[in-house]
Antibody, heavy 122, light 110 residues
């Protein structure tokens, strides 16, 4: 059974960098044809896609976040990571990692992690 | 500010049919397929419908999706109490070069 698990600090100071890692079990990122993505949800609000990565390192980022986002992959650890720089209170959200249903960066997400709440506050 | 809009709420009594609309544009729904997610309170979203009208394994056939032009709809027939949830439509946007989610609709079972 495929499982994804987010991990990282739950509290980040304004202007610093948010870092999260998603550990995948039950599938191999290195041989998978799926893309792997990050989606966030501010408290009480809707879903916002952040970006996708393929095992080759090919990435797609939300244009409005592109200057602050880096998604990377470590196939040896079966993990992929999110870094979001210069965070502000508006970046407070539950951050989900997820896998696309099929090959293609445009494919929907069929497996999701449980989510990690990250609060930006001094 | 999402480019794909949904009504904030919908409701029905058990057994009724509820329909949720999703309105986009030519760069997203008009060009690409629509997916629907169900998000129960306090949980991660679950893929409910993909490619406009396909159900992943395990999704009851009470849930159905359709698309016409730049709009899409999710229908829940035979509404059940466990269907009380938030529902989001989503599609790839060619102009924004990314996934866009709808604003979300909260379904209440009366």
């Amino acid at each position: 059974q495929l499982q994804l698990q987010e991990s990282g600090p739950g509290l980040v100071k304004p202007s610093e960098t948010l870092s999260l890692t998603c550990t995948v079990s039950g599938d191999s990122i290195g041989t998978s044809t799926s893309y792997w993505g990050w989606i966030r949800q501010p408290p009480g609000k809707g879903l916002e896609w952040i970006g996708n990565i393929f095992n080759s390192g090919s990435t797609y980022y939300k244009l409005s976040l592109k200057s602050r986002v880096t998604i990377s992959v470590d196939t040896s650890k079966n993990q992929f990571s999110l870094k979001l720089s210069s965070v502000a209170a508006a970046d407070t959200a539950v951050y989900y990692c997820a896998r696309t249903y099929s090959s293609g960066w445009y494919s929907p997400f069929d497996y999701w992690g449980q989510g990690a709440l990250v609060t930006v506050s001094s | 500010q999402s480019v794909v809009t949904q009504p904030p709420s919908a409701s029905g009594t058990p057994g009724q049919r509820v329909t949720i609309s999703c309105s986009g544009s030519s760069s997203n729904i008009g060009t690409n397929t629509v997916n629907w997610y169900q998000q129960l309170p306090g949980t991660a979203p679950k893929l409910l419908i993909y490619s406009n009208n396909q159900r992943p394994s395990g999704v009851p056939d009470r849930f159905s999706g359709s698309k016409s032009g730049t709009s899409a709809s999710l229908a829940i027939s035979g509404l059940q109490s466990e269907d009380e949830s938030d529902y989001y439509c989503a599609a790839w946007d060619d102009s924004l070069e990314g996934h866009v989610f709808g604003t979300g609709t909260k379904v209440t079972v009366l």
